[in-house]
């Protein structure tokens, strides 16, 4: 198993930041709180979800 520098996980982490932020606004739930119907049951919100979990395994190493 290949041990990730800072600057990559930093840079993952700096992707998946912008990823989330733009799935966020795309279903309404960034910057003016105007969520879509059922957000909670899209792709994208699955996705964050996803990406919640990796930014913490990065961080909490």
């Known amino acids: 198993m290949a041990i990730k520098t800072v600057k990559e996980n930093s840079s993952e982490q700096d992707e998946l930041i912008k990823e989330k932020v733009a799935l ?5 739930i960034w910057g003016s709180y105007n969520p879509i119907d059922e957000f909670q049951d899209t792709n994208e919100f699955k ?6 979990q990796r930014l ?4 909490n190493g």
Not at 24 to 28: H, L, P, R, V
Not at 47 to 52: A, G, L
Request: charged share 45%; net charge negative; no cysteine.
């Open 47 to 52: 996705r964050i979800d996803e990406i919640d």
């Open 24 to 28: 966020s606004e795309k279903i309404g």
């Open 56 to 59: 913490a395994e990065i961080i």
